[in-house]
């Protein structure tokens, strides 16, 4: 079973998507890959459920014979997942800065942001409007949680050691298919995601101060990403 690490604004939707044309088995009830319940909800607090819980959550998957899943809202901590069963992580990277204000573009057009700013927006609910995204959602935390050098080893050694992984930018159908093994892959028109300059323009020409410290902002993923190039 393919577990996709689906990291928001990294072209997640467009894997998901073309691995549904694929003919790959995903769950019975899923949103864009990611298991949902029987009223379409998204299953969250992955990253907080015991392990017992996940041991047979993902044994039910492999025995009703899903071949793909993506864990877009949360993600347990890569020892939590059961090890008697055949798991393949993958994941895609963009550099934090791009996709931080790639999602707040996003959210802005598609109307999931009341925030009139981007320092606004930073400080919202989800945990991929925070800093430093990437380090914690591989490493389990909330959005509220502190991160720190600790986090970013840890993720970094759990990502070389179990994860196949490729950053945006690159040939990622070549990687889906030599490396994550993903048959017949081919990108369709799936990212709905259009830069409407117009329509944000003006709150990021307030914010071209603080789109500048973004980078500074997010340190900790920029040395994540650093060690696995």
Known sequence: MLIFAHLHKCAGTSVVQSVIRSGMKLPLRHANG????????????MNSASVADLHAYFKYLAADGVEFVALEWDFPLIEHFPSDINL????????????????????????????????????????????NYYTKFFAGLGRDEQVNQRHVQYVAKTIKSKFRYTFLGQD??????????????KFGHDNKTHYMEHAVSQNLTKSLGFISSLRSINDLDYQLLELLC
Do not use: M
């Open 34 to 45: 990611h298991p949902a319940d029987i009223d379409g909800r998204v299953i969250g607090g």
């Open 88 to 131: 393949s992580f993958f994941t895609i990277f963009r550099d934090p800065t791009e996709r931080f204000i790639s999602n707040y573009i996003y959210d802005v057009v598609s109307g999931y942001t009341s925030c009139i700013n981007i320092e606004d927006y930073l400080g919202s609910s989800g945990i991929f409007t925070q800093a």
């Open 172 to 185: 990622i159908q070549k990687f889906l298919r030599e490396e994550v093994g993903i048959p017949n892959i």
